[in-house]
Protein backbone atom coordinates (compact mmCIF):
# COMPACT_ATOMS: atom_id res chain seq x y z
CA UNK A 1 0.00 0.00 0.00
CA UNK A 2 1.56 3.38 -0.83
CA UNK A 3 1.84 5.43 2.10
CA UNK A 4 -0.10 8.39 0.99
CA UNK A 5 -2.88 6.50 0.43
CA UNK A 6 -3.70 6.05 4.07
CA UNK A 7 -5.30 10.07 4.74
CA UNK A 8 -7.73 8.92 2.11
CA UNK A 9 -8.48 5.46 3.75
CA UNK A 10 -8.61 7.16 7.07
CA UNK A 11 -11.55 9.68 5.75
CA UNK A 12 -13.35 7.22 4.33
CA UNK A 13 -14.62 6.60 7.67
CA UNK A 14 -17.12 9.46 7.29
CA UNK A 15 -18.60 7.27 4.30
CA UNK A 16 -19.45 4.40 7.23
CA UNK A 17 -17.61 1.80 8.39
CA UNK A 18 -18.52 -1.42 6.30
CA UNK A 19 -16.64 0.45 3.65
CA UNK A 20 -13.54 0.78 5.70
CA UNK A 21 -14.28 -3.33 6.81
CA UNK A 22 -14.65 -4.21 3.11
CA UNK A 23 -11.21 -2.53 2.55
CA UNK A 24 -9.42 -4.52 5.15
CA UNK A 25 -10.43 -7.98 4.11
CA UNK A 26 -9.78 -6.63 0.31
CA UNK A 27 -6.42 -5.20 1.50
CA UNK A 28 -4.00 -7.95 -0.56
CA UNK A 29 -6.71 -7.83 -3.78
CA UNK A 30 -4.54 -5.01 -5.28
CA UNK A 31 -7.31 -4.61 -8.30
CA UNK A 32 -10.26 -4.82 -6.04
CA UNK A 33 -8.86 -2.20 -3.75
CA UNK A 34 -8.26 0.17 -6.68
CA UNK A 35 -11.86 -0.48 -7.63
CA UNK A 36 -12.94 0.17 -4.03
CA UNK A 37 -11.25 3.48 -3.70
CA UNK A 38 -12.48 4.79 -7.10
CA UNK A 39 -16.21 4.28 -5.63
CA UNK A 40 -15.46 5.31 -2.72
CA UNK A 41 -14.04 8.60 -3.71
CA UNK A 42 -16.80 9.26 -6.63
CA UNK A 43 -19.42 8.59 -3.52
CA UNK A 44 -17.52 11.53 -1.50
CA UNK A 45 -17.02 13.71 -4.56
CA UNK A 46 -21.47 13.10 -5.04
CA UNK A 47 -21.49 13.96 -1.27
CA UNK A 48 -19.46 17.40 -1.82
CA UNK A 49 -21.81 17.95 -4.88
CA UNK A 50 -24.38 17.36 -3.24
CA UNK A 51 -23.65 19.42 -0.16
CA UNK A 52 -22.88 22.42 -2.07
CA UNK A 53 -25.88 22.42 -4.42
CA UNK A 54 -28.25 22.06 -1.41
CA UNK A 55 -26.45 25.12 0.40
CA UNK A 56 -26.69 26.83 -2.86
CA UNK A 57 -30.04 26.38 -3.72
CA UNK A 58 -31.29 27.28 -0.09
CA UNK A 59 -29.52 30.14 -0.50
CA UNK A 60 -30.58 31.29 -3.76
CA UNK A 61 -34.44 30.81 -2.93
CA UNK A 62 -34.00 32.72 0.43
CA UNK A 63 -33.00 35.94 -1.88
CA UNK A 64 -36.20 36.22 -3.15
CA UNK A 65 -38.23 34.50 -0.40
CA UNK A 66 -40.43 36.64 1.93
CA UNK A 67 -39.32 35.97 5.55
CA UNK A 68 -41.87 33.65 6.53
CA UNK A 69 -40.58 32.07 3.09
CA UNK A 70 -37.29 32.39 4.59
CA UNK A 71 -38.08 31.04 8.07
CA UNK A 72 -39.48 28.00 6.20
CA UNK A 73 -36.77 26.88 4.18
CA UNK A 74 -34.30 27.09 7.17
CA UNK A 75 -36.90 24.74 8.98
CA UNK A 76 -36.45 21.93 6.33
CA UNK A 77 -32.85 21.70 7.02
CA UNK A 78 -33.87 20.84 11.24
CA UNK A 79 -33.94 18.14 12.93
CA UNK A 80 -37.47 17.68 14.60
CA UNK A 81 -37.51 14.43 16.33
CA UNK A 82 -34.95 12.39 18.78
CA UNK A 83 -35.06 9.38 15.84
CA UNK A 84 -34.42 12.10 13.41
CA UNK A 85 -31.40 13.86 15.26
CA UNK A 86 -30.04 10.04 15.84
CA UNK A 87 -30.35 8.61 12.01
CA UNK A 88 -28.37 12.07 11.54
CA UNK A 89 -25.63 11.40 13.71
CA UNK A 90 -25.23 7.97 12.75
CA UNK A 91 -24.11 10.09 9.59
CA UNK A 92 -22.98 13.15 10.15
CA UNK A 93 -22.39 13.73 13.86
CA UNK A 94 -20.53 11.68 16.48
CA UNK A 95 -17.28 10.45 16.41
CA UNK A 96 -16.59 10.52 13.03
CA UNK A 97 -17.34 13.89 12.71
CA UNK A 98 -14.17 15.14 14.42
CA UNK A 99 -11.77 12.54 11.67
CA UNK A 100 -14.53 14.67 8.94
CA UNK A 101 -13.21 17.90 10.72
CA UNK A 102 -9.70 17.36 11.00
CA UNK A 103 -9.29 16.25 7.45
CA UNK A 104 -11.45 19.51 6.27
CA UNK A 105 -8.76 21.58 7.03
CA UNK A 106 -5.39 19.71 7.59
CA UNK A 107 -4.84 18.30 4.16
CA UNK A 108 -5.21 20.85 1.36
CA UNK A 109 -4.02 17.49 -0.82
CA UNK A 110 -8.27 16.39 -1.02
CA UNK A 111 -10.13 17.30 -4.01
CA UNK A 112 -11.92 20.29 -3.76
CA UNK A 113 -15.67 18.66 -3.47
CA UNK A 114 -14.17 16.51 -0.79
CA UNK A 115 -12.76 19.30 1.20
CA UNK A 116 -16.12 21.38 0.48
CA UNK A 117 -18.04 18.47 1.97
CA UNK A 118 -15.59 17.82 5.18
CA UNK A 119 -15.84 21.48 5.98
CA UNK A 120 -19.37 21.32 6.13
CA UNK A 121 -18.78 19.16 9.20
CA UNK A 122 -17.22 21.72 10.97
CA UNK A 123 -20.20 24.54 11.48
CA UNK A 124 -23.37 24.05 9.37
CA UNK A 125 -24.43 21.06 10.61
CA UNK A 126 -28.58 21.09 10.73
CA UNK A 127 -30.01 22.02 14.18
CA UNK A 128 -32.35 20.22 15.98
CA UNK A 129 -35.86 21.66 16.44
CA UNK A 130 -36.40 24.21 18.76
CA UNK A 131 -39.33 22.40 20.70
CA UNK A 132 -36.55 19.18 21.01
CA UNK A 133 -33.90 21.39 21.90
CA UNK A 134 -36.32 22.39 24.84
CA UNK A 135 -37.46 19.01 25.43
CA UNK A 136 -33.85 18.31 26.54
CA UNK A 137 -33.55 21.69 28.75
CA UNK A 138 -36.49 20.53 30.58
CA UNK A 139 -35.14 17.01 30.90
CA UNK A 140 -32.10 18.19 32.62
CA UNK A 141 -33.76 21.40 35.04
CA UNK A 142 -37.56 20.15 34.82
CA UNK A 143 -38.27 23.78 33.68
CA UNK A 144 -38.92 24.40 29.86
CA UNK A 145 -36.44 27.00 28.41
CA UNK A 146 -39.34 29.43 28.43
CA UNK A 147 -39.27 29.71 32.40
CA UNK A 148 -35.52 28.76 33.61
CA UNK A 149 -34.55 31.51 31.66
CA UNK A 150 -35.73 35.52 31.86
CA UNK A 151 -35.41 35.30 27.71
CA UNK A 152 -34.92 32.63 25.61
CA UNK A 153 -33.75 32.60 21.45
CA UNK A 154 -34.99 28.81 19.96
CA UNK A 155 -32.89 29.43 17.07
CA UNK A 156 -29.95 28.44 17.40
CA UNK A 157 -26.72 30.41 16.52
CA UNK A 158 -24.59 27.75 15.76
CA UNK A 159 -24.56 23.62 15.57
CA UNK A 160 -21.49 20.84 15.89
CA UNK A 161 -20.89 17.64 16.45
CA UNK A 162 -23.01 16.44 19.42
CA UNK A 163 -24.62 19.78 20.23
CA UNK A 164 -26.33 23.36 19.21
CA UNK A 165 -26.00 27.01 20.71
CA UNK A 166 -28.80 28.99 21.89
CA UNK A 167 -28.73 32.89 23.31
CA UNK A 168 -30.45 33.63 26.49
CA UNK A 169 -30.86 35.66 29.25
CA UNK A 170 -30.47 35.23 32.59
CA UNK A 171 -31.26 37.49 36.09
CA UNK A 172 -28.65 38.35 38.85
CA UNK A 173 -30.85 37.22 41.60
CA UNK A 174 -29.31 39.61 44.34
CA UNK A 175 -28.76 42.60 42.01
CA UNK A 176 -31.00 42.20 38.93
CA UNK A 177 -28.97 42.66 36.42
CA UNK A 178 -29.45 40.82 33.02
CA UNK A 179 -26.68 38.88 31.68
CA UNK A 180 -26.33 37.50 28.09
CA UNK A 181 -25.17 34.05 27.70
CA UNK A 182 -25.16 31.12 25.40
CA UNK A 183 -26.66 27.75 26.00
CA UNK A 184 -25.37 24.35 24.08
CA UNK A 185 -27.78 21.98 24.25
CA UNK A 186 -26.71 18.36 23.46
CA UNK A 187 -28.49 16.37 21.15
CA UNK A 188 -30.94 13.49 22.22
CA UNK A 189 -29.49 10.19 21.35
CA UNK A 190 -25.84 11.10 20.96
CA UNK A 191 -24.18 9.35 23.22
CA UNK A 192 -25.84 5.84 20.92
CA UNK A 193 -24.39 7.19 17.30
CA UNK A 194 -21.09 8.00 19.50
CA UNK A 195 -21.14 4.63 21.05
CA UNK A 196 -21.49 3.42 17.42
CA UNK A 197 -18.85 5.32 16.33
CA UNK A 198 -16.66 3.93 19.01
CA UNK A 199 -17.11 0.26 17.59
CA UNK A 200 -16.14 1.55 14.41
CA UNK A 201 -12.82 3.02 15.86
CA UNK A 202 -12.06 -0.46 16.63
CA UNK A 203 -12.02 -0.85 12.75
CA UNK A 204 -9.69 2.17 12.32
CA UNK A 205 -7.29 0.23 14.63
CA UNK A 206 -7.43 -2.72 12.55
CA UNK A 207 -7.14 -0.78 9.29
CA UNK A 208 -3.95 0.95 10.68
CA UNK A 209 -2.31 -1.56 12.32
CA UNK A 210 -2.49 -2.93 8.57
CA UNK A 211 -0.85 -0.28 6.99
CA UNK A 212 1.88 0.69 9.68
CA UNK A 213 4.43 -1.89 10.42
CA UNK A 214 5.58 -0.55 13.82
CA UNK A 215 2.20 0.19 15.10
CA UNK A 216 -0.04 -1.02 17.82
CA UNK A 217 -2.94 1.06 17.75
CA UNK A 218 -4.36 -0.23 21.01
CA UNK A 219 -3.53 2.34 23.47
CA UNK A 220 -4.21 4.86 20.20
CA UNK A 221 -8.09 3.95 19.75
CA UNK A 222 -8.20 3.69 24.00
CA UNK A 223 -7.47 6.76 24.01
CA UNK A 224 -9.89 8.04 21.53
CA UNK A 225 -12.68 5.94 22.97
CA UNK A 226 -11.68 7.38 26.80
CA UNK A 227 -11.59 11.11 25.18
CA UNK A 228 -14.71 10.62 23.10
CA UNK A 229 -16.95 9.37 26.06
CA UNK A 230 -15.89 12.41 28.08
CA UNK A 231 -16.96 14.51 26.16
CA UNK A 232 -20.63 13.64 25.77
CA UNK A 233 -20.44 14.45 29.97
CA UNK A 234 -21.65 17.87 30.08
CA UNK A 235 -20.54 18.34 33.78
CA UNK A 236 -17.38 17.70 32.79
CA UNK A 237 -16.78 19.93 30.06
CA UNK A 238 -18.18 22.93 32.28
CA UNK A 239 -15.06 21.83 34.45
CA UNK A 240 -12.60 21.83 31.94
CA UNK A 241 -13.80 25.14 30.66
CA UNK A 242 -13.69 27.00 34.36
CA UNK A 243 -10.31 25.78 34.64
CA UNK A 244 -9.19 27.91 31.52
CA UNK A 245 -11.37 30.75 32.38
CA UNK A 246 -9.92 30.87 35.68
CA UNK A 247 -5.88 30.56 34.64
CA UNK A 248 -6.45 32.68 31.59
CA UNK A 249 -8.48 35.37 34.01
CA UNK A 250 -7.34 38.90 32.94
CA UNK A 251 -5.16 37.86 30.05
CA UNK A 252 -4.43 40.52 27.53
CA UNK A 253 -5.55 38.70 24.82
CA UNK A 254 -6.67 35.11 25.59
CA UNK A 255 -10.00 34.90 26.67
CA UNK A 256 -12.50 31.74 28.04
CA UNK A 257 -16.01 32.42 28.44
CA UNK A 258 -16.73 31.87 32.51
CA UNK A 259 -18.91 28.75 32.58
CA UNK A 260 -22.46 29.62 34.90
CA UNK A 261 -23.09 26.65 37.16
CA UNK A 262 -26.63 27.36 38.09
CA UNK A 263 -27.76 26.37 34.70
CA UNK A 264 -25.10 24.13 33.18
CA UNK A 265 -26.06 20.36 34.22
CA UNK A 266 -25.25 16.67 32.24
CA UNK A 267 -26.93 17.87 28.61
CA UNK A 268 -26.36 21.58 28.96
CA UNK A 269 -23.86 24.61 29.81
CA UNK A 270 -24.45 27.59 30.05
CA UNK A 271 -21.60 30.25 29.47
CA UNK A 272 -21.47 33.89 29.26
CA UNK A 273 -22.36 34.99 25.47
CA UNK A 274 -19.60 36.48 23.63
CA UNK A 275 -19.67 38.23 19.87
CA UNK A 276 -17.27 38.23 17.55
CA UNK A 277 -15.30 37.82 13.94
CA UNK A 278 -15.36 34.14 12.47
CA UNK A 279 -12.23 32.08 10.79
CA UNK A 280 -13.49 33.13 7.75
CA UNK A 281 -14.22 36.83 8.50
CA UNK A 282 -10.31 36.57 9.48
CA UNK A 283 -9.10 35.31 6.54
CA UNK A 284 -10.22 38.60 4.95
CA UNK A 285 -8.34 40.96 7.16
CA UNK A 286 -4.70 42.79 6.35
CA UNK A 287 -1.50 40.15 6.95
CA UNK A 288 -0.84 42.09 10.03
CA UNK A 289 -3.80 41.00 11.69
CA UNK A 290 -3.48 37.45 10.59
CA UNK A 291 -0.16 37.31 12.02
CA UNK A 292 -1.16 38.60 15.23
CA UNK A 293 -3.85 36.14 15.60
CA UNK A 294 -1.81 33.10 14.48
CA UNK A 295 0.88 34.34 17.22
CA UNK A 296 -2.10 34.34 19.86
CA UNK A 297 -3.03 30.65 18.61
CA UNK A 298 0.74 29.66 19.41
CA UNK A 299 0.90 31.17 22.41
CA UNK A 300 -2.68 29.68 23.54
CA UNK A 301 -1.89 25.84 22.89
CA UNK A 302 2.13 26.05 24.51
CA UNK A 303 0.95 28.41 27.53
CA UNK A 304 -1.85 25.80 28.13
CA UNK A 305 0.55 22.79 27.35
CA UNK A 306 3.75 23.85 29.52
CA UNK A 307 1.22 26.18 32.08
CA UNK A 308 -1.61 24.27 32.70
CA UNK A 309 -0.85 21.02 31.96
CA UNK A 310 -3.63 20.20 29.43
CA UNK A 311 -5.09 21.74 26.36
CA UNK A 312 -8.04 21.33 24.08
CA UNK A 313 -7.91 18.37 21.59
CA UNK A 314 -9.97 19.49 19.46
CA UNK A 315 -8.65 23.28 17.56
CA UNK A 316 -10.37 24.06 14.85
CA UNK A 317 -11.44 27.26 13.40
CA UNK A 318 -15.25 26.92 14.84
CA UNK A 319 -13.68 27.00 18.73
CA UNK A 320 -12.18 30.55 17.93
CA UNK A 321 -13.27 34.30 17.97
CA UNK A 322 -11.59 37.53 16.78
CA UNK A 323 -12.46 40.45 18.28
CA UNK A 324 -11.21 44.37 16.86
CA UNK A 325 -8.90 44.65 19.68
CA UNK A 326 -6.50 41.57 18.80
CA UNK A 327 -8.27 39.47 21.74
CA UNK A 328 -9.30 36.00 20.69
CA UNK A 329 -12.06 34.10 22.51
CA UNK A 330 -11.68 30.49 23.03
CA UNK A 331 -14.63 28.20 22.71
CA UNK A 332 -15.50 24.55 23.24
CA UNK A 333 -13.39 22.35 25.84
CA UNK A 334 -15.29 19.42 25.75
CA UNK A 335 -11.96 17.12 24.33
CA UNK A 336 -9.20 18.21 26.85
CA UNK A 337 -6.67 16.30 27.43
CA UNK A 338 -4.68 16.56 30.62
CA UNK A 339 -1.27 15.36 31.22
CA UNK A 340 0.43 14.10 34.16
CA UNK A 341 3.84 15.21 35.35
CA UNK A 342 5.85 12.64 33.91
CA UNK A 343 4.11 12.97 30.23
CA UNK A 344 4.84 17.07 30.47
CA UNK A 345 8.82 15.97 31.23
CA UNK A 346 8.79 13.78 28.41
CA UNK A 347 7.41 16.12 26.32
CA UNK A 348 10.09 18.83 27.78
CA UNK A 349 12.69 16.63 26.98
CA UNK A 350 11.54 15.89 23.43
CA UNK A 351 11.56 19.46 22.64
CA UNK A 352 14.70 20.07 24.52
CA UNK A 353 16.92 17.45 23.02
CA UNK A 354 15.25 18.43 19.65
CA UNK A 355 14.82 22.05 18.66
CA UNK A 356 17.08 23.53 21.77
CA UNK A 357 20.42 21.48 22.17
CA UNK A 358 20.23 19.58 18.86
CA UNK A 359 21.42 16.49 20.61
CA UNK A 360 20.49 13.25 18.44
CA UNK A 361 21.43 10.54 20.61
CA UNK A 362 19.45 12.12 23.45
CA UNK A 363 16.19 12.80 21.44
CA UNK A 364 16.83 8.97 20.67
CA UNK A 365 16.76 7.66 23.80
CA UNK A 366 13.94 10.16 25.08
CA UNK A 367 11.42 8.42 22.22
CA UNK A 368 12.58 4.99 22.93
CA UNK A 369 11.32 5.72 26.57
CA UNK A 370 8.38 7.41 26.21
CA UNK A 371 7.76 4.28 23.74
CA UNK A 372 7.57 6.18 20.64
CA UNK A 373 10.38 4.34 19.37
CA UNK A 374 10.49 0.51 19.76
CA UNK A 375 14.05 -0.48 20.91
CA UNK A 376 16.60 -1.98 17.82
CA UNK A 377 15.60 -0.04 15.37
CA UNK A 378 18.73 -0.51 12.97
CA UNK A 379 18.67 3.15 12.02
CA UNK A 380 21.51 5.67 12.85
CA UNK A 381 20.51 8.46 15.63
CA UNK A 382 20.86 10.91 13.02
CA UNK A 383 18.52 8.73 11.27
CA UNK A 384 15.97 8.97 13.58
CA UNK A 385 16.69 12.71 14.67
CA UNK A 386 15.92 13.90 11.09
CA UNK A 387 12.74 11.17 10.89
CA UNK A 388 10.96 13.42 13.76
CA UNK A 389 12.52 16.67 12.93
CA UNK A 390 9.72 18.23 10.75
CA UNK A 391 7.74 18.60 13.96
CA UNK A 392 10.29 20.99 15.26
CA UNK A 393 11.06 22.95 11.74
CA UNK A 394 9.38 26.10 12.96
CA UNK A 395 10.92 26.47 16.47
CA UNK A 396 14.81 24.91 15.35
CA UNK A 397 16.19 28.54 13.57
CA UNK A 398 16.07 31.63 15.70
CA UNK A 399 14.89 33.73 12.29
CA UNK A 400 11.23 34.40 10.95
CA UNK A 401 9.06 31.94 9.69
CA UNK A 402 6.28 32.18 7.90
CA UNK A 403 3.93 28.92 7.89
CA UNK A 404 2.42 27.81 4.74
CA UNK A 405 -0.83 24.95 3.58
CA UNK A 406 2.03 23.03 2.15
CA UNK A 407 4.08 22.60 5.05
CA UNK A 408 1.03 21.46 7.15
CA UNK A 409 0.04 19.08 4.37
CA UNK A 410 3.70 17.90 4.23
CA UNK A 411 3.41 17.16 7.80
CA UNK A 412 0.54 15.04 7.71
CA UNK A 413 1.77 13.35 5.36
CA UNK A 414 5.04 12.12 6.62
CA UNK A 415 2.85 10.89 9.97
CA UNK A 416 1.15 8.75 7.64
CA UNK A 417 4.37 7.54 5.16
CA UNK A 418 5.40 4.25 6.51
CA UNK A 419 8.08 4.18 3.45
CA UNK A 420 10.77 4.65 5.67
CA UNK A 421 12.58 1.87 8.26
CA UNK A 422 12.39 4.05 10.50
CA UNK A 423 8.43 3.75 10.81
CA UNK A 424 8.14 0.20 11.29
CA UNK A 425 9.75 1.10 14.65
CA UNK A 426 7.86 3.99 15.52
CA UNK A 427 4.23 4.24 17.07
CA UNK A 428 1.79 6.38 18.90
CA UNK A 429 1.60 6.33 22.37
CA UNK A 430 -1.89 6.94 24.47
CA UNK A 431 -0.08 9.91 25.58
CA UNK A 432 0.73 11.17 21.94
CA UNK A 433 -2.87 10.45 20.44
CA UNK A 434 -4.10 14.09 21.23
CA UNK A 435 -0.60 15.88 21.36
CA UNK A 436 -0.40 14.78 18.02
CA UNK A 437 -3.59 16.46 16.92
CA UNK A 438 -2.81 19.51 18.18
CA UNK A 439 0.05 19.84 16.45
CA UNK A 440 -1.17 18.71 13.47
CA UNK A 441 -4.91 20.65 13.75
CA UNK A 442 -2.60 24.06 14.71
CA UNK A 443 0.09 23.86 11.82
CA UNK A 444 -2.62 23.41 9.62
CA UNK A 445 -4.71 26.48 10.90
CA UNK A 446 -1.25 28.63 10.98
CA UNK A 447 -0.93 27.96 7.43
CA UNK A 448 -4.23 28.79 6.30
CA UNK A 449 -3.55 32.28 7.82
CA UNK A 450 -0.24 32.00 6.75
CA UNK A 451 1.00 33.73 9.61
CA UNK A 452 4.73 35.32 9.31
CA UNK A 453 7.33 35.66 12.90
CA UNK A 454 9.87 34.46 15.09
CA UNK A 455 8.29 31.46 16.06
CA UNK A 456 11.62 30.36 17.72
CA UNK A 457 11.91 33.29 19.96
CA UNK A 458 8.26 32.55 21.08
CA UNK A 459 8.87 29.00 22.00
CA UNK A 460 11.56 29.90 24.11
CA UNK A 461 9.52 32.26 25.76
CA UNK A 462 7.28 29.35 26.33
CA UNK A 463 9.56 26.49 27.08
CA UNK A 464 10.26 26.01 30.74
CA UNK A 465 13.47 25.04 30.28
CA UNK A 466 14.95 28.57 28.78
CA UNK A 467 12.03 31.16 30.10
CA UNK A 468 13.24 33.63 26.79
CA UNK A 469 12.46 37.70 27.29
CA UNK A 470 9.57 38.98 25.83
CA UNK A 471 10.08 39.49 21.75
CA UNK A 472 6.83 40.70 20.38
CA UNK A 473 3.80 43.68 21.44
CA UNK A 474 1.78 40.46 22.42
CA UNK A 475 4.63 39.54 25.08
CA UNK A 476 5.15 42.47 26.58
CA UNK A 477 1.23 43.21 27.00
CA UNK A 478 1.03 39.88 29.02
CA UNK A 479 4.22 40.71 31.25
CA UNK A 480 2.10 42.30 33.98
CA UNK A 481 -0.27 39.06 34.29
CA UNK A 482 2.58 36.80 33.71
CA UNK A 483 3.94 38.50 37.29
CA UNK A 484 0.46 38.58 38.54
CA UNK A 485 0.16 34.68 38.10
CA UNK A 486 3.50 34.10 39.41
CA UNK A 487 2.45 35.68 42.84
CA UNK A 488 -0.36 33.88 42.65
CA UNK A 489 1.48 30.85 41.93
CA UNK A 490 4.93 30.77 43.44
Known sequence: MKPRRLVPLVIGMVAGAATLAGLAMRRRETQALRTSRAQRNSELVRLGASVGALHAGTAARKLFASAERRTELDRDRELRT????????????GAMMKLGQMASYVDEALPSPVRA?????????????AELAALVIEQDFGQRPEQLFAEWDPVPIASASIGQV???VIVDPETGDERAVAVKVQYPGVGEAV???????????????????????AEMVGEIKERLVEELDYRQEALNQQLF??????????HVPDVIPEFSAAHVITTDL???????????????????????????????????????????????????????TFLDFGLVKHFDADEMNTFVNMVKAAAYEHDQAAFRRVVEEAGMLRVGCPSSDAAVGEYFSQFYESVREDKPVTWSGEYASRIVRHTFDRSSPIAQYATVPKAFVFIQRI???LYALLGELRATGNYRRMAEELWPFVNGPASTPLAEAEQEWLQAAQRRDP
Open 245 to 254: ADFYRGHPFI
Open 439 to 441: NLG
Open 166 to 168: HRA
Open 195 to 217: AADLRNADLLGMLLAQGFGGLDP
Open 82 to 93: AEAVAERLGRMK
Open 274 to 328: VVGSTWQQLLLCPQHRRDQAGETLFRFVFRSLYGLHAFNGDPHPGNYLFHDDGRV
Open 117 to 129: ALAELQSNAPPMS
